[in-house]
């Protein structure tokens, strides 16, 4: 199992203790695991509950092979499939990049606005009633000793989103919380790396390639967004 491939951590070193040790994990997709991996990951942290934000369709191509005994929630932060952010079939950039080779500029068409998009999910009425959703499970598990991993595909955008908020009800400070969301560039410069030289390869576009590494790539600006919006919904 890789961790940075994964982009899994835990919660454990934000907020000076105020948040619980060893109950909360965040990740991208399980589906990259095997079965044994998932269950070597589940026994390691002892994990009890994964909450999942990703669309249901999303969810089914890309099933969390998880152990039996490990309560399995699905908390979409998304209603529809956006590129760059949810990773359903065809939606998926590399995927589309392949298709469109000879027109790979409709990609960049296709990016979404990544700060209306992190302003959406903490200010609309679905995005933020899942996010308190999911907030209050996280909790709820937390006070019964329960270790919940919760992820995205990535584990940058909704997982992000979603460490935000669960780190403000604690009353962790806005510069910890930040701390963690950049945090996700350590692991995923290499694997960004790597797509991008892919799509180097393919289009010969430098400008499509510098899209593509936006994308992948966590930003501050973004999360700051999310954190101030909220803040200002947030009773």
């Given at each position: 199992?890789?961790?940075?491939?994964?982009?899994?951590?835990?919660?454990d070193?934000?907020?000076?203790g105020?948040?619980?040790k060893?109950?909360?994990?965040?990740?991208g997709?399980?589906?990259?695991?095997?079965?044994?991996?998932?269950?070597?990951?589940?026994?390691?942290?002892h994990?009890?509950?994964?909450i999942?934000?990703r669309?249901?369709?999303?969810?089914?191509?890309?099933?969390?092979?998880?152990?039996?005994?490990?309560?399995?929630?699905?908390?979409?932060?998304?209603?529809?499939?956006?590129?760059?952010?949810?990773?359903?079939?065809?939606?998926?950039?590399?995927?589309?990049?392949?298709?469109?080779?000879?027109n790979p500029?409709?990609?960049k068409?296709?990016?979404p606005?990544?700060?209306?998009?992190?302003?959406d999910?903490v200010?609309d009425?679905?995005?933020?009633?899942?996010?308190?959703?999911?907030?209050?499970?996280?909790?709820?598990?937390?006070?019964?000793g329960?270790?919940?991993?919760?992820?995205c595909t990535?584990?940058?955008d909704?997982?992000?989103i979603?460490s935000?908020?669960?780190?403000?009800?604690y009353?962790?400070n806005?510069?910890?919380?930040i701390?963690?969301?950049?945090?996700?560039?350590?692991?995923a410069?290499?694997?960004?790396?790597?797509?991008c030289?892919?799509?180097?390869?393919m289009?010969?576009?430098w400008?499509?390639?510098?899209?593509?590494?936006?994308?992948?790539?966590?930003?501050?600006?973004?999360?700051?967004?999310?954190?101030?919006?909220?803040?200002?919904t947030?009773?």
């Amino acid at each position: 199992m890789n961790r940075r491939e994964l982009n899994l951590r835990s919660l454990d070193e934000i907020g000076g203790g105020v948040v619980p040790k060893g109950l909360f994990l965040r990740s991208g997709k399980l589906s990259i695991l095997t079965k044994e991996e998932c269950l070597e990951l589940c026994s390691k942290y002892h994990i009890k509950c994964v909450i999942d934000l990703r669309t249901p369709i999303e969810s089914a191509e890309f099933q969390d092979p998880l152990p039996e005994g490990v309560e399995y929630l699905q908390i979409p932060l998304l209603k529809d499939a956006t590129v760059g952010i949810t990773h359903e079939t065809g939606s998926d950039p590399m995927t589309i990049i392949k298709n469109l080779r000879r027109n790979p500029e409709k990609l960049k068409e296709m990016v979404p606005d990544f700060k209306a998009l992190y302003y959406d999910v903490v200010t609309d009425e679905y995005g933020k009633s899942q996010l308190e959703k999911a907030v209050a499970t996280l909790r709820r598990n937390a006070e019964r000793g329960i270790c919940t991993l919760y992820h995205c595909t990535a584990g940058k955008d909704r997982t992000g989103i979603l460490s935000m908020a669960l780190l403000k009800s604690y009353g962790v400070n806005d510069e910890e919380i930040i701390k963690d969301y950049m945090l996700t560039n350590r692991n995923a410069f290499l694997p960004t790396l790597k797509k991008c030289l892919g799509i180097a390869l393919m289009t010969r576009n430098w400008t499509l390639v510098k899209t593509a590494y936006n994308s992948f790539m966590a930003q501050r600006e973004l999360i700051e967004i999310a954190i101030r919006h909220y803040d200002m919904t947030t009773p």
